[in-house]
Every structure is written in structure tokens, then in C-alpha cells.
């Protein structure tokens, strides 16, 4: 063994840095076709992790790897940057060589990269100001940047300063061009790296509306230059812009240029006087929003904003396009999220592809409801957030769809339910990318069963939401593992005939949005329960003037048709409390059996889950209930064909878990409709420790065609269990040991060979 490893070091230090005409064909890229990502002609879907990589060794790193691989995951959003000037001994252990280490350990394993490292592009401090030789404004610059420096990434400026904008760009591709000693590529051509981000959660538009009293007087004056230049292009005399305008503020001056960028927020008043110096006249405050000035300036004010914002993007996309094969070939987002703004959806229609989260609460606020403390999402329509549809909505027409961000906190009695709320959704909508925040530290590589850990909880005094984290999470992990491969071989069909959400340009331009978020908005309502029966598209379209819905829409009511169905192959019975796929390579039922009213459940495919039992362990916090029978059971292929064609089957059947110990004191939750982990703090008065009590859950499986085929139970480190072969056409899974999968095979050299052999040490 050592002496194999020794070859592959040796291997590996021979890997010559490779020239530009030697890099990789294109086909050996992820590209877009048909608003979708391929590979060799292939559609591709991913299934990614966040987390806190790489590891501390290059042990730590292949094993983690191997963990992510073995659950499903073929894609990492990764964070991290080369440090300093990038330069390393291959092998020497250093953070730059395990970054290049966990890269190429990820390639080797066939998990693809989305690089969100260009975010790190860190401080501009004064002596910055050379990226751009102009003497006449260096020293006020480095006077606005200040010795402490400001952070480039999300400052505002950034937009519109040319030397902020310069260094971002040149900071960005300094990070792309760090050349990996272990492909010999450059990061910005390596295949294996297939998407990239220019900002995440930059949010912009958002931001300036509120935030500008953030930024230095300097800035703001470049800022009200640009403003007042953009006008006298757009309006030749003073009087077009009179007559546009129906005139303009008493202390305004056409010929000075000093026209103030309003109407921005009713909402910002103070920092507009002392910004903006429109507030105060003779000492009395006046305030200046949307609704005292005409429709034609705020539209203004919307178009001058989108310019600034849409060039820098174009000028940024442009330069680190032609700067690298991977960033050229692969897709390259313009910014993540903020799915309730019709300006930032519009930024995304620009890019390569739209990438949105969402994050959903395990709390009920009514104290009324049944399942109080707890919430579930399948006795209600069907949504993926409490209130603002980001998931739901932001489907452009013609776009690959990414959720770069999404996860259930924990406690959450009935998180077992969320992957398959993801998936379902994913299916519907035809979604591309979906990342699960967050997968945590990487462990030790000397533990032998690293993930033998209490969960993570959102507790009162912690500064970061650990009740995000899903690696110690058996039980929804298990879930996961089935939904991604689900969602990856594309095993359920996505809706035929979308809704599709035209909007134009008075819509993109309505001073409205500045402040309530205008026609987007008023059909915001439409939008979930639209997406849930029939699938949606959106598209806004800057050369018509209003928008329209083609195609059927809906309002939610309080008297609803049940169960909801977008697609033959997914179900959602809203008033018994669950959710099924029935399609040719997957059965699946998530819910509380208890309502479902008998107890076999039958599938199109002749699946049957039968003789499902609850066994909840002795001191479990939170017990699930005979009438409640609470599960999550799937039956899934992993390579893309029916059933009864596969070669392997995945079983999941979960339900819920708590740590030992684990108390919660529900008068403490507050009562707020948000996903915000801020909310739970309070009310988890002790978050337990090991050992994890798991609700297990016992089923007898039926497919017709598995006559001769072979299973194999894993625990949670993934070791056998146990091993046989299926007699008949029947697989009882036993609820009363530590299953976490079950994989039932074709072939019995697919089986794990250490199943006689299990180390002893690890018990």
C-alpha cells in the first residue's frame, strides 16, 4: 500500500504545467445548450455541498471527498482561495497546496467545482490607487478609502469607480490564474471548474436604494456626475427635461449638473438630507420620496441605476471571460439571490444562468395547531418558503436555474420531508443545480467513524445558525442521499406547458419598485401556487411596454382543489399531509402515514411499501405518534432507467431524531414569519449530546421484478449491516437496527467485500 502511494506521489509530482495550447479539448467542458448544462452531449444535473473545505491533510481531504461522493454529491461550491502569490511545493501541506489537493481530489472522483472564490478579492488600501494613473483624483480616492482600507467585494462604489472596479477585476483574475501543480492548469481553465460567480448576494440595486449614506462624499460625487451626464444625454435642454419631469426642485440646476439622484425610498429620509442635501431648507426637514415626484423620474432614476449596474457586470463578465477557457466555456453568474426584485432578476436574464436560495424554519407560530412546536410543509399548498416565493418564481425562460443555497434548520421534528420538497420542486420547474448549505468542518482523517457526532442546533449565544449543518444528520441526510439521486438522473418529468410571467418595460421602470416592488409584486401571489399546478417561466422583456401572463394562473384561496398535481408524476395531497413521486424509476412517499387512511401504499410501477412500523427509542424528546406515523420511504434507481431495469436500487426509509437530552421551551419562539435562524435561538433551551436518538422506521418493500437480486443495509459510516439475496419479489427493512440506506443490486461483485470483515475498533 505504501508502496502504491509512493508511485502516486511520484505520479503526481511529474504533472508538467501545461502551456495555452495545450488545454484540455472543448468537449471535456460543461457548457450550456438549450438553457440547460451538457457534457459530451450528455444533460447534466448537480447535486452540491457547501462546506468548510478542504481538510487539514490530504488524508482528511480524500476522505472527505469520499464521504460526499458515497452520499450522492457530484458537485462542491467551494470558497477558498490561493493565499498570497499562490506558490507551493506539491505535497508540502500548506493551505495552498490542500486547496490544489482537495481540487484534484474532487476531479479524480468525478464531483465538478462551482468556484465562489472570487468573492475573496479583500481590502482596497490607498496605495490601490496606481490601478488607475490619474493624478487629478488619486488623493481624494485614497482619502475616501481611508488607511483602514474598505472591502471591495459589495462595496457600493464598486459599480461605478473605475479604480475599485480595475482592482476587483484584476484581484478576480489573479485568483483564476493560480496554476495547480496537480492538474498543471490554471484554475480559469480547468474543466473540472464549470461554475463560476462574479459576486454572491451582492444585491446592488437592493443596497443603494438605502445604503448610500455608507459612501464616502467622493464616491458619491462620481456617482452624481455620472447621474447628471446620463441626463443631459437623455434630455438635450432644460426644458425637454421640464417637460419630461414637470419640473424640478427650487434648488436643482440643469446647466450647474447638480440634478439629485431622487426619488430613491420614502423610507430613507435623514441620510438623504445629509447625502443628498435635499431634506433641509431653511431648517425644516422635508422629505423627498416616490410619490413626490413624477412617474418619468423615478423611471429615470431606475434606468441610470440599471446602467451603472448592467455595465460594470458586462465590463467584469467580459474581462474574465477571455481571460480563461472554463469561465469562457463553462457559466458564469453575475450575482446570487434577492429573487423578489425585478431589477435583479433582470441582472440575472443577463448572465450565463440564475442562481436563488431559499431557507425554510422547523417551527409552527400557531400554538393552536396541531403539530405546534413542530411544522411541517405538507399540510398546507405547497410552498418552499413562509412567504416571498425565491425558488418558485425566478425560473427565466431559457436559463439554466441554480439554487446555490437551501437547507431546513435544525431541530426540525419533520426535516425528513425537505429533500424531497427540493426534489419535487427541481422536477417541476427542470432546475439545473441544487447546493445544500452546510456540510461543515472536515473531520479528523484519524477518526474512524468521524460522522458519530451530536447534530448541530441553532442555540441561544451562538453567532453562526449551526442548526444549517446536515453532516452528523442521519436521518435527513438518508433522505438526501434517494432525492439527489432523484434529482440527478432526472427520474421525474418537468412540467409540459409552463405558465410563463411576461413582464416589459414599465414594469422593469416603475418607480414603485423602489419602494413595494410595483406589478412585480401585486402578481407575486400568483406565483407559488401558479408554479405548483401547471410550472412557470418568467421573462422580462425591455421592448415591450407592459407585461401579461400567458398561460393558466392562480391565486391561493382558503377552499383549495386537493390533492395538487403539476405533473402525473408528483403529487402533493396537502390535506392528509403528504408527498409522492410514482414514475418508472422511482416510488416514493413522504408524510404522516397515519392520515393516509390505509397501510400499503401501491405505485403505478408495481412498488408497494407495506407493514411500515415506527420504533422511537427509549427517551426519545419528541416521540413520533401512531397517528401521526410520520415517515419519508423511497425506492430509487441510481442509474437513470425504470426499476425494473436497474442495476442499482437505493431504499431510504426515515422518519425523525433528536439528540439525547435535546430540550426546547416553545414560549420562547418568536412569533415572526421568516426562515431566520434568529427566531430558534431562544427556545432550544439544551441541545443534548450522544447518542443521536433516531425514530427508525420498518418497512416491507415489494418490486416485482426483484426475484434474484442482492441487498446490502448500511449503517451511518456506510458499513454493512447485512448482506443477502432477495427471495422472491419482497425486501423487509427492520426497524429496529441503525439502517441508514439500503442498496439492492443486480450484480453481488457490487456488494461491499468488507462485510465479513468489519473492524472491530470502530464499534
Known amino acids: 500500500m505504501k508502496k502504491m502511494i509512493l508511485c502516486m506521489a511520484l505520479w503526481i509530482a511529474a504533472i508538467p504545467v501545461r502551456s495555452q495550447n495545450q488545454l484540455p479539448s472543448d468537449e471535456d467542458y460543461v457548457t450550456i445548450q438549450n438553457g440547460h448544462l451538457f457534457h459530451r452531449g450528455e444533460r447534466m444535473r448537480f447535486w452540491g455541498a457547501v462546506g468548510n473545505f478542504p481538510g487539514k491533510t490530504h488524508a482528511a481531504n480524500e476522505k472527505v471527498v469520499q464521504r460526499l461522493k458515497d452520499l450522492g454529491f457530484n458537485l462542491v461550491r467551494f470558497w477558498r482561495e490561493p493565499a498570497g502569490d499562490g506558490t507551493y511545493q506539491k505535497g508540502d501541506g500548506s493551505r495552498n497546496d490542500l486547496v490544489d489537493h482537495f481540487l484534484w481530489t474532487c476531479q479524480q472522483n468525478g464531483i465538478k467545482i462551482w468556484y465562489a472564490a472570487l468573492n475573496n478579492i479583500e481590502k482596497a488600501l490607498p496605495r490601490d490607487v496606481t490601478v488607475i494613473d490619474d493624478p487629478s483624483t488619486a488623493e481624494k480616492w485614497s482619502d475616501a478609502i481611508g488607511a483602514k482600507g474598505k472591502n471591495v467585494r459589495n462595496h457600493l462604489a464598486r459599480i461605478w469607480d473605475p479604480r475599485l472596479e480595475k482592482l476587483g477585476v484584476e484581484r478576480m483574475k489573479n485568483i483564476a490564474g493560480h496554476t495547480s501543480l496537480y492538474t498543471g492548469l490554471r484554475y480559469a481553465d480547468d474543466p473540472n471548474i464549470i461554475i463560476w460567480e462574479l459576486s454572491n448576494e451582492e444585491w446592488w440595486f437592493w443596497r443603494v436604494k438605502s445604503r448610500l449614506a455608507e459612501v464616502p462624499p467622493f464616491f458619491l460625487q462620481e456617482l452624481t456626475r455620472d447621474w447628471n451626464a446620463f441626463l443631459h444625454e437623455k434630455y438635450p435642454t432644460r426644458l425637454a427635461i421640464e417637460r419630461a419631469w414637470l419640473g424640478l426642485l427650487p434648488f436643482e440646476s440643469y446647466e450647474k449638473k447638480d440634478l439629485r439622484l431622487?426619488?430613491?425610498r420614502n423610507t430613507q429620509v435623514d441620510w438623504q438630507g445629509k447625502v443628498l442635501g435635499v431634506n433641509i431648507q431653511q431648517g425644516v426637514k422635508q422629505q423627498y420620496g416616490v410619490n413626490d415626484f413624477?412617474?418619468?423620474?423615478?423611471?429615470?432614476?431606475?434606468?441610470?441605476?440599471?446602467?451603472?449596474?448592467?455595465?460594470?457586470?458586462?465590463?467584469?463578465?467580459?474581462?474574465?471571460?477571455?481571460?480563461?477557457?472554463?469561465?469562457?466555456?463553462?457559466?458564469?453568474?453575475?450575482?446570487?439571490?434577492?429573487?423578489?426584485?425585478?431589477?435583479?432578476?433582470?441582472?440575472?436574464?443577463?448572465?450565463?444562468?440564475?442562481?436563488?436560495?431559499?431557507?425554510?424554519?422547523?417551527f409552527h407560530h400557531d400554538p393552536g395547531h396541531k403539530r405546534y412546536p413542530w411544522y411541517s410543509g405538507l399540510e398546507e399548498l405547497p410552498r418552499m418558503a413562509w412567504d416571498q416565493?425565491?425558488?418558485?418564481?425566478?425560473?427565466?425562460?431559457?436559463?439554466?436555474?441554480?439554487?446555490?443555497?437551501?437547507?431546513?434548520?435544525?431541530?426540525?421534528?419533520?426535516?425528513?420531508?425537505?429533500?424531497?420538497r427540493v426534489a419535487a420542486l427541481g422536477a417541476v420547474q427542470d432546475w439545473d443545480v441544487v447546493v445544500w448549505h452546510y456540510f461543515g468542518q472536515v473531520p479528523e482523517d484519524t477518526l474512524r467513524t468521524p460522522y458519530l457526532h451530536a447534530m448541530d442546533y441553532t442555540v441561544a449565544g451562538k453567532n453562526h445558525p449551526q442548526g444549517l449543518h446536515f453532516q452528523y444528520d442521519e436521518v435527513q441526510q438518508s433522505a438526501m442521499v434517494a432525492a439527489g439521486a432523484i434529482f440527478r438522473q432526472g427520474l421525474l418529468q418537468p412540467a409540459?406547458?409552463?405558465?410563463?410571467?411576461?413582464f416589459g418595460k414599465n414594469d422593469l421602470l416603475d418607480p414603485q419598485t423602489l419602494e413595494n416592488g410595483g406589478y412585480y409584486h401585486q402578481v407575486m401571489d400568483r406565483f407559488s401556487p401558479t408554479t405548483f399546478r401547471y410550472g412557470s417561466r418568467i421573462h422580462i422583456d425591455t421592448a415591450r411596454a407592459s407585461g401579461e401572463i400567458l398561460g393558466p394562473s392562480y391565486r391561493g384561496r382558503v377552499y383549495e382543489v386537493n390533492p395538487i398535481t403539476p405533473t402525473p408524476q408528483v403529487t402533493y395531497d396537502w390535506q392528509k399531509g403528504h408527498l409522492t413521486f410514482d414514475a418508472p424509476g422511482v416510488a416514493m412517499y413522504t408524510g404522516f402515514l397515519g392520515q393516509y387512511g390505509q397501510e400499503r401504499v401501491g405505485f403505478k410501477n408495481g412498488v408497494v411499501f407495506d407493514n411500515v412500523e415506527i420504533h422511537n427509542p427509549p427517551g426519545m424528546p419528541y416521540p413520533v405518534s401512531a397517528d401521526?406515523?410520520?415517515?419519508?420511504?423511497?425506492?430509487?434507481?441510481?442509474?437513470?432507467?425504470?426499476?425494473?431495469?436497474?442495476?442499482?436500487?437505493l431504499l431510504s426509509a426515515v422518519s425523525t431524531s433528536f439528540n439525547s437530552g435535546f430540550k426546547l421551551d416553545p414560549s420562547k419562539l418568536k412569533r415572526e414569519f421568516a426562515w431566520t435562524f434568529k427566531e430558534n435561538t431562544g427556545a432550544t433551551l439544551d441541545a443534548g449530546k450522544l447518542p443521536v436518538k433516531v425514530t427508525r422506521v420498518g418497512v416491507t418493500v415489494e418490486v416485482p421484478s426483484w426475484t434474484g437480486y442482492y441487498y446490502e443495509m448500511l449503517d451511518f459510516h456506510l458499513r454493512p449491516l447485512a448482506q443477502g439475496k432477495i427471495q422472491g419479489k419482497q425486501l423487509h427493512i427492520p426497524g429496529d437496527q441503525e439502517i441508514f440506506l439500503v442498496r439492492v443490486v443486480k450484480n453481488p461483485a457490487l456488494l461491499k467485500k468488507d462485510f465479513t470483515k468489519r473492524v472491530k475498533n470502530d464499534e
Not at 409540459?496 to 411576461?502: A, G, K, L, M
Request: glycine share 6%; hydrophobic share 35%; charged share 25%.
Open 294 to 362: 413624477n412617474r418619468q423620474r423615478g423611471a429615470d432614476v431606475i434606468e441610470f441605476l440599471l446602467q451603472k449596474w448592467l455595465g460594470h457586470k458586462q465590463r467584469e463578465a467580459e474581462a474574465l471571460k477571455a481571460f480563461g477557457k472554463s469561465i469562457r466555456l463553462g457559466t458564469l453568474l453575475w450575482d446570487t439571490g434577492i429573487g423578489s426584485e425585478i431589477q435583479a432578476q433582470f441582472l440575472h436574464q443577463q448572465a450565463d444562468a440564475v442562481a436563488h436560495c431559499t431557507y425554510l424554519n422547523g
Open 628 to 649: 401521526e406515523k410520520y415517515v419519508s420511504i423511497s425506492c430509487t434507481s441510481t442509474d437513470g432507467t425504470r426499476l425494473e431495469d436497474a442495476q442499482e436500487i
Open 496 to 502: 409540459t406547458t409552463p405558465t410563463r410571467f411576461v
Open 262 to 264: 431622487l426619488p430613491l
Open 389 to 420: 416565493p425565491w425558488l418558485e418564481q425566478n425560473k427565466i425562460e431559457g436559463k439554466p436555474f441554480f439554487v446555490y443555497e437551501t437547507q431546513i434548520h435544525n431541530p426540525a421534528k419533520y426535516r425528513a420531508e425537505y429533500p424531497m
